[in-house]
T-cell receptor
Framework: SQQGEEDPQALSIQEGENATMNCSYK?????LQWYRQNSGRGLVHLIL?????REKHSGRLRVTLDTSKKSSSLLITASRAADTASYFC???????????FGTGTRLQVFP | EAGVAQSPRYKIIEKRQSVAFWCNPI?????LYWYQQILGQGPKLLIQ????????DSQLPKDRFSAERLKGVDSTLKIQPAKLEDSAVYLC???????????FGPGTRLTVT
């Protein structure tokens, strides 16, 4: 079953621009995580935000969480060609710690 | 700190054959996960171990897939017999605790012909 759905499915931008991708989910959660996947480094954890948090930062990444709308967004500022990858949100089921991944957003950053 | 190790990296087999994948998690991580990732989709959890025990295997096709975790460390995932639709990347991940971030291995790309 699909818990998270990312939007857009694909995004192309120039280096230096900001990239925003969104995630919507269906059931209540304890936390939401964002992961990045590229061919070179596999799947890498980026950031975890708990249900009682509204915003979290890590370097050029900013994640927001709106539990009333069951949605989250990932903002990458001043993007680089190395940010080219697929980005997935993953949620637990609320009463379970099993992670359910969305379908991902494919980000292409052109030099 | 060494990451999650998986082998082999690639495997090509014919349908109805069997195959096994191996995973060595990060030292000290009690929780181990096996995921299946079909091209263009997000990873789907197959099975989750907490130390030696199975926490969740609700999406594991138990008629053909099996997994074990030896002494709470290494794990193997087996498919017997394989079907064409099993072609995917099989990812192993581990975490210190069930609710924490997960660390993924490089995966095994399986092609069933």
């Amino acid at each position: 079953s699909q818990q998270g759905e990312e939007d857009p499915q694909a995004l192309s931008i120039q280096e230096g621009e900001n990239a925003t991708m969104n995630c919507s989910y269906k059931t209540s959660i304890n936390n939401l995580q964002w992961y990045r996947q590229n061919s070179g480094r596999g799947l890498v954890h980026l950031i975890l935000i708990r249900s009682n948090e509204r915003e979290k930062h890590s370097g050029r990444l900013r994640v927001t969480l709106d539990t009333s709308k069951k949605s989250s967004s990932l903002l990458i500022t001043a993007s680089r060609a190395a940010d080219t990858a697929s980005y997935f949100c993953a949620t637990d089921g609320g009463n379970t710690d099993k992670l359910i991944f969305g379908t991902g957003t494919r980000l292409q950053v052109f030099p | 700190e060494a990451g999650v190790a998986q082998s082999p990296r690639y495997k090509i087999i014919e349908k109805r054959q069997s195959v096994a994948f191996w995973c060595n998690p990060i030292s000290g991580h009690a929780t181990l996960y096996w995921y299946q990732q079909i091209l263009g989709q997000g990873p789907k959890l197959l099975i989750q171990f907490q130390n030696n025990g199975v926490v969740d295997d609700s999406q594991l096709p138990k008629d053909r897939f099996s997994a074990e975790r030896l002494k709470g460390v290494d794990s193997t995932l087996k498919i017997q017999p394989a079907k064409l639709e099993d072609s995917a990347v099989y990812l192993c991940a581990s975490s210190f605790h069930r609710a924490y971030e997960q660390y993924f291995g490089p995966g095994t790309r399986l092609t069933v012909t």
